[in-house]
């Protein structure tokens, strides 16, 4: 339990950014998850649309520190290669 008001104003601030850093997980999760099922479906147009709405998304929340810039790129990187090889 916090005891100093420096340590209760640095434990609210955990709490708010905990509760952000979780719903810009969850967004990016839901687009690499768009960009997986489009690739599994073996629609090139459909995947290359859900690849370019993922990849501001995972950038934006690797700019804001949810996720280290470098995971946030392998995996546009990772992502852009099925999405390429799927098209031919």
């Not at 690849?51 to 690797?62: F, G, I, S, W, Y």
């Not at 995971?71 to 852009?80: G, Q, W």
Request: net charge positive.
């Amino acid at each position: 339990m916090a005891n100093t008001s420096s340590a209760k104003k640095a434990e609210r601030q955990m709490i708010r950014r905990t509760k952000v850093n979780k719903a810009r997980n969850t967004r990016m999760k839901s687009n690499v998850r768009a960009v997986e099922e489009a690739i599994a479906s073996g629609d090139p147009e459909k995947a290359t649309a859900a690849l370019k709405a993922a990849q501001p998304v995972l950038m934006r929340t690797a700019q804001k520190g949810a996720i280290h810039k470098k995971t946030a790129a392998r995996k546009v990187s990772r992502l852009a290669r099925r999405v390429k090889a799927l098209a031919g």
